[in-house]
Structures are given as C-alpha cells and as structure tokens.
C-alpha cells in the first residue's frame, strides 16, 4: 500500500484487516484535506474560506438503519425494543464485504480520540473513503498532539464508505443504507450514507455502552461554566437550542452536545460542534456565525450564491444544515473540556402545545 502522513508505525489499516491498492493518507490537516477534497470534486470553497460539501440523499442520520451486533455479551445490556439486532455472522460478512469493497480506494485516516477524561478516553481511528468527512471528524473528535500519533492504538474503528451498498439479503439490513456497530470488537460500519453526522455519533453509541459501565452518565447535552465554576448542563432534542445557549459568551463553553457525568464532574466527548445553520444569523449567534466565515470549517448541505456566499436562509436541500468546526474555533471555550459537577440542570423542551411556561423552575420530583 502507498501511504502519506503520520501514523504508529506498528498500526497501519491492515491492523483491521484492510489493504487497498489506492492511497492511504494518514492523519492529514485542514489544508491538506481541503485540497483532496476539491481534488477529487466532493467540496467547494466558500468565499469567507469554509468548505461545503453535499451529502446528497441522506440529510440527517438514518436511525432506522442502525444494528448493533446481538451475542451473548451484548444480549443482557442493550434494550433491544429500541435497538435493531444483527447477527455475529451477518456483521462478519459485511466486514469481509467493506474490505473487499476498500481494496481499490484511496483511503483518509484520523486518529482521534473521543473523552475529554484521560482516564476514560476511548482512542478511535477514523477511515473513510471522502477527503471531507475526514476533516469533518477531525474537526468533531479530539485531537492528539502530532507526537502522540507516533504511539497511538485505536480501541475503536470507524469505517465509512458511502459508495458501499449493502445488500439486505446478504447482510440483514433494511435497505442498501447500513450503520453497523459491534459493541464488543468495537468496529462500526457506515455504509450509504454521505451524511457526516453518523461518524460522530457512533462515537457517542460506544460510549453509551461503555461508560455506564465505569459509573459515568453519559449524555446528550451541552455544557459550559461560569466564573465562579458553577458549570451547567443543558438538555434537549435536536434543534431545542443546545449549541446557541452553551455559546455564551459569559461563560466558558465546555461543549454542545455530547458529556459524560462521573465521579469528578462533567466532561465533553468532542474535541468540536456541529451547529444547526439554518436561519442563522451574526445578529442572533454571533460566536457561531464567526465558525462559518473561517477556513477550517465545514459547512454541510448549505446553499450557495453565485458569489459562493452562504445562504443560511435556503432550506431547499434540507433544514438540517449544518457546520462543523473545533471546540477552540469559539472564543471563550474550555481548553480542558472538562467542569464540576453542574449546578443548574436546564431542559430544552421546545413545548409546541402550550402545556409548560416558557421558564419553569422545577422541583428534583417534577424534573
């Protein structure tokens, strides 16, 4: 295999099995993977300096199309009613078949890690088959100094090749559209699917599974700290407000979206934020339009004019547009990612019925 970049010597793609006659690139930078990118025709260049790629027929995640690996480790721990089941032997077959389909593709790699804690850090290598999603998980995950990548050991891999179509009588799938995660080997397959958002989120899939585990709660929220250290901790759907209200600029912002909660405190999973940009605005979030007006950030399914300007008013390829950028990108972001345990828990319900006051102070048994 040809190869570029910087990795552990002892730790190339064939360490999971995967060899190819194309080009391995290892742990590229920003700049770099903008130029494969617009090489190979899967971005264009904003005129402020951000990069926007298409994820074509999928726009968001494809739940429906998640199956985690049913054995006997994994039987008695996941809750299978809200869980899709696949077989040990039917994710061996689409492994196998991912190797086979990797064998003639230039290949992207990031070795990252997803766990501001160091004593729960889980080190997660990223292989992907699009130059974009490779800085997309870079901007996402944390990411070592260049002198740890000499030495780092993934304990979980991601492969994702969206040009892979799985074949549901083959595989166990629903459609050609495939995330497959086991627990145990801790290997995730994308498969189908260009949108970026499925990469990041197995990482917090594997989390959930192995941090519970270690008395860590982990947790679909934001997170940021005051002053005086009184770190608060912000729950809600996709969309209730997550990222707009943790990016105060009042407050250290800790994360937006994905934290555990152990012995020690809260801390973040990512190393970056991956904001709604639909309607937005310098006016109303200030500290999030800045992202999309630097080089660096990635901006998905955002509409263009003809002088490359973002229109973060155009829905027309979906309202789940997005950008994706790192945690520092932000000006008064923790370098640590890591607070206390929090004071104020806040719950974004986004009530459109009219049934709770736009704020209400809950008592412990009402929450």
């Not at 937006?256 to 012995?263: A, I, L």
């Not at 945690?327 to 206390?340: E, M, Q, V, Y």
Request: with cysteine; charged share 25%; aromatic share 8%.
């Amino acid at each position: 295999m040809s190869e570029a970049g910087k990795r552990n010597p002892d730790c190339a793609i064939d360490a999971i099995g995967l060899k190819t006659t194309g080009m391995v690139r290892y742990n590229l930078g920003a700049a770099e993977l903008y130029e494969e990118a617009i090489r190979r025709g899967e971005a264009r260049l904003t005129a402020q300096g951000a990069l926007v790629a298409e994820t074509g027929q999928h726009t968001g995640r494809s739940p429906k199309d998640k199956f985690v690996v049913r054995d006997e480790a994994t039987e008695p721990h996941v809750w299978w009613d809200n869980n899709k089941a696949i077989s040990p032997r039917e994710f061996e077959t689409l492994l196998s078949d991912f190797r086979a389909h990797a064998a003639d593709k230039d290949l992207y790699v990031q070795d990252l890690v997803g766990g501001a804690d160091a004593d729960l850090k889980l080190p997660t290598r990223v292989i992907t088959e699009f130059a974009w999603h490779s800085l997309f998980i870079r901007n996402l995950l944390i990411r070592p100094q260049a002198a740890e990548l000499e030495r780092f050991l993934p304990d979980m891999t991601i492969i994702d090749l969206p040009s892979f179509r799985a074949d549901p009588a083959r595989h166990g799938t629903r459609t050609e559209t495939v995330i497959a995660v086991d627990l145990i080997r801790k290997i995730v397959l994308i498969g189908g699917t260009s949108y970026a958002g499925e990469m990041k989120k197995s990482v917090f899939t594997m989390l959930n599974y192995l941090l519970p585990q270690k008395s860590v709660m982990p947790m679909h929220c934001s997170a940021n700290e005051g002053p005086a250290g009184d770190a608060a901790v912000f729950f809600g759907l996709s969309g209730t407000g997550k990222t707009t209200l943790s990016a105060d600029p009042s407050r250290t912002l800790i994360g937006d979206d994905e934290h555990g909660w152990g012995p020690h405190g809260v801390f973040n999973f990512e190393g970056g934020c991956y904001a709604k940009t639909i309607r937005l605005s310098a006016e109303a979030e200030p500290e999030i339009f800045a992202t999309t007006q630097r080089f660096g950030t990635v901006l998905e399914n955002v509409v263009l004019d003809a002088g490359r300007v973002p229109d973060f008013n155009d829905g027309s390829l979906t309202e789940n547009t997005r950008c994706a950028y790192p945690l520092d990108f932000i000006p008064n972001a923790s370098k640590t990612g890591r607070a206390g345990h929090p004071k104020n828990i806040i719950m974004l319900t986004a009530d459109a019925f009219g049934v709770m006051p736009p704020i209400a102070k809950l008592t412990p048994a009402q929450a």
